[in-house]
DNA sequence: TTGTATGCGTTATCAA
DNA sequence: TTGATAACGCATACAA
C-alpha cells in the first residue's frame, strides 16, 4: 500500500502508454482506441487516480467553479436561490464558492477580490449597486459577473431578476384601492440596497398615482429581524394619527410586526393592516398568514446558474431576464374601515 | 491599456529584479529589503498584479479552500450553521466551497469527491454515517474530514456537534414527568440519517427509563416539509387512541402538525401538545409559539471552521468538541388532561 | 491513433 | 539580501 498520490504519469508507466494518451482518455475518450481505453481506465482505477487541481487549472485557465456573494445565507430567500443555484450549477459541472457580505459594500468589494483571487470563472452578485471601480476591476482580470435579485431596464448591466419597484407599486396600489389612505413602511436599510431603495419607490409612485400625498408616507428604516420589525411597529403605533396600512420590505420584518400587534392587542387585519414581501415559509405559517409578494427566488438561482454556465462553456453572452412576482392575499390584509 | 494579465515575470521585470524576490516580498515582506519591497509593491500596484491561482495551488499544494456538504441550504438550520463556517473561515483566510445532497447519500459521496477533485485542503461533513469507503477515499487522498451536528462519545470520529439522542431524551423525560403517556414522534427519514435515529431513540429510552412501553410509541417517517408534517399529524389524529404529546424530528415539521391541528380545531396545547427541534425562527413566530429543543448552529460552524484552520495552518489535532442544547418551553405543552 | 516536448506561473532550494 | 533554477502535474501543438 503505498502512501503516495498517482499522477498522470504513474498512471501512463502502468498502462503502458504516454502521459498525453492518458489525458487524451480522460478528456475526450472518444479520441483514443478502444482497447487503449480500457487499459487506461484499468489503471486509474487500480492506483485510484485522480488528477490534480492545481496543475489542471493552470493547464487550462479555469477552475470550473463560480463564485456567489450574497448578503447572508441566515436570510431564507438568498438560502433558497443559492440552493438552486448550485443545484443547476452542479448540473453542467460547476461548483459554488459562496461568500457573503453582511449587507456591507466594504466587505461585499474584498469578497469580490478574494473569489476572484481564488479563480473563480465567474461571479454573481446580488443587486447592482457598487462601486464603479469594482466593476472594472472585474473587467480588467476578465471575470465576466451576473446580477440578480434585482431587474433595472434602465441598466445594461446583465442581470436576472425582478422589478422590485414594480412589485412593491402593485401591491400597493391594491391596498390603497381597498381605502387606505393612511400608510406606513418598515423597510431594510435603503443606504447600499437598490432593492429596498425600489421598493421604497414602489409604495410613492403607488401613492403619487392615486392622489396621495407622497410625502404622508410614514418611513422607517431597520436592520434585518424579527425583533427589529416589531420595534420599528411600536413605533408607528405610538404615531398619533396611526397608519392603517403597514407595508414592510420583507416577510421577516413583517412578521416581527405582527408579533408586536398580537402583543399590543391590535387585531390584524381588522385595525390595521399588514403587508409583507418574498413569500418566504414564515409568511404562510404566521398568524394570521401574511399577505404579501411571491418572489420566484429558486427560479432565480436556476437561470442565473444556467447563464453562467453557458457563457463559460459555450461563450454564450449574459442577456438580462426579467422574472414576475405575484401577490399573494392572506389574510393580513382588509378594506380600510373609515371613520 | 494593456489588456494583458500580468505575472509575477513582468512584475520583477517592471521592479528590475527577481522573481524569487517579488515572489518572496509578497509572500514574507520582512525578508525583503525595505528598498526594494518598496520598488516591488509599487511595480504591483502599477500593473494591478494579482498571483495567479492555479500556479500558486500548484506550487504550494493549498487551495486555502474549505468545503462543506450540507443536505440543502433551504433548511435554515444549515444556512445558519454555514453562514458562521463562512465567516470564521474568511477570518482566517479560507474560502468556502458549498455542495449540498438533498439528503441522499449517494450525492453525498458524488459531492465528496467533486470537492475533493475541486482542491479542498478539507471537508465539513454532517453527521458520522456514510460508506467506510467514503473515510478511506479521503484518508488516501490526505483530506482531513470533520463531522458536525452530531456527536456520539462512542466515535473516534472528530466531531463538531451536540448529543442528539441526549437531547430529545431530556426533552422526552420532561413531558413525560407532565403526565403523558401516550406518544408520537414525527421523525425525519431515519434511513441515511444519524441524528434522526439518534433523536428517535432519545424517546424510547426515555419511555423505558419511566417504564412506559416504548413500543407504544406512535412513530411516524416523513420527508421535510411543513406540508408533511401536517399530512402526518393528520394521521395521527385519525388513531383510535389518540397520542396526548406529539414529539417532532424538527421545527419545520412541528409547524406543519400545528396548522394541521388549527384546521382540525384541536386546541394546542389543551388538547394535544406539540414538541419541536432545532429553535429556528418558525417556533417563536408560530402560533401557539412552539415548545422545542434548542441548538447552538452557529456555534458549531464557528467551532468547525476554527478547528479546520488551526488544523491547516498549524496542523493541529481535529478534537471533539461537545456542544450542549437546551429546552425551550414556550405554548404548545401542557399538562397532560387525565379521563 | 499515439508519442514527444513544451508551456503554464508560482514557490522554494541552493548559491552567490 | 538577492538571483538562478528546478520542480509542481497537466494539456496540447506538433510530429510520427
New interface residues.
Given amino acids: 500500500m503505498s502512501n503516495e498520490?498517482p499522477t498522470l504519469h504513474d498512471v501512463a508507466f502502468s498502462a503502458n502508454v504516454s502521459t498525453a494518451t492518458v489525458s487524451r482518455c480522460l478528456n475526450f475518450p472518444d479520441k483514443v482506441s478502444e482497447k487503449t481505453r480500457r487499459r487506461v481506465f484499468a489503471a486509474v482505477n487500480k492506483l485510484?487516480y485522480?488528477?490534480?487541481?492545481?496543475?489542471?487549472?493552470?493547464?487550462t485557465?479555469r477552475?470550473?467553479?463560480i463564485g456567489a456573494i450574497i448578503p447572508?445565507?441566515?436570510n431564507?430567500i438568498f438560502?433558497?436561490g443559492?440552493?438552486a443555484f448550485?443545484?443547476e450549477l452542479?448540473v453542467h459541472g460547476f461548483?459554488?464558492?459562496?461568500?457573503?457580505s453582511s449587507y456591507r459594500p466594504d466587505i461585499e468589494e474584498e469578497?469580490i477580490k478574494?473569489?476572484?483571487?481564488?479563480?473563480a470563472d465567474a461571479l454573481l452578485l446580488i443587486g447592482y449597486e457598487r462601486n464603479l471601480e469594482v466593476y472594472r476591476f472585474l473587467q480588467?482580470?476578465?471575470v465576466p459577473a451576473l446580477t440578480a435579485w434585482a431587474f433595472n431596464s434602465s441598466s445594461e448591466r446583465p442581470s436576472i431578476g425582478f422589478d422590485n419597484r414594480e412589485a412593491m407599486y402593485q401591491m400597493a396600489i391594491k391596498v390603497i384601492d381597498m381605502g387606505h389612505k393612511r400608510l406606513a413602511l418598515i423597510s431594510a436599510q435603503t443606504g447600499s440596497n437598490d432593492r429596498a431603495k425600489a421598493r421604497y419607490q414602489g409604495i410613492l409612485d403607488a401613492m403619487s398615482e392615486r392622489a396621495l400625498d407622497a410625502a404622508d408616507l410614514c418611513f422607517i428604516e431597520t436592520s434585518y429581524g424579527?425583533e427589529e420589525g416589531a420595534l420599528a411597529f411600536d413605533k408607528i403605533l405610538s404615531l398619533p394619527n396611526r397608519p392603517t396600512a403597514v407595508f414592510c420590505g420583507n416577510d421577516?420584518l413583517a412578521?416581527g410586526a405582527l408579533?408586536s400587534a398580537r402583543k399590543s392587542g391590535i387585531n390584524v387585519p381588522e385595525e390595521i393592516s399588514i403587508i409583507g414581501f418574498d413569500d418566504i415559509?414564515?409568511a404562510?405559517?404566521?398568524?394570521p398568514a401574511l399577505t404579501t409578494v411571491q418572489v420566484p427566488h429558486r427560479e432565480m438561482g436556476r437561470l442565473a446558474a444556467q447563464a453562467l454556465a453557458d457563457l463559460i462553456k459555450n461563450g454564450a453572452e449574459l442577456k438580462s431576464i426579467r422574472l414576475e412576482t405575484k401577490l399573494i392575499f392572506r389574510e393580513t390584509v382588509a378594506p380600510a374601515v373609515d371613520y
Same sequence: chains 1, 2.
Avoid: C, D, H
Fill in positions: 498520490i485510484g485522480l488528477p490534480n487541481f492545481g496543475a489542471k487549472v493552470m493547464a485557465k477552475t470550473n467553479t447572508t445565507m441566515e431564507s438560502a433558497r443559492l440552493q448550485q443545484e452542479l461548483t459554488l464558492l459562496v461568500a457573503s469578497q478574494a473569489l476572484v483571487a481564488r479563480g480588467n482580470q476578465g424579527i421577516v412578521v408579533r415559509e414564515l404562510q405559517v404566521a398568524y
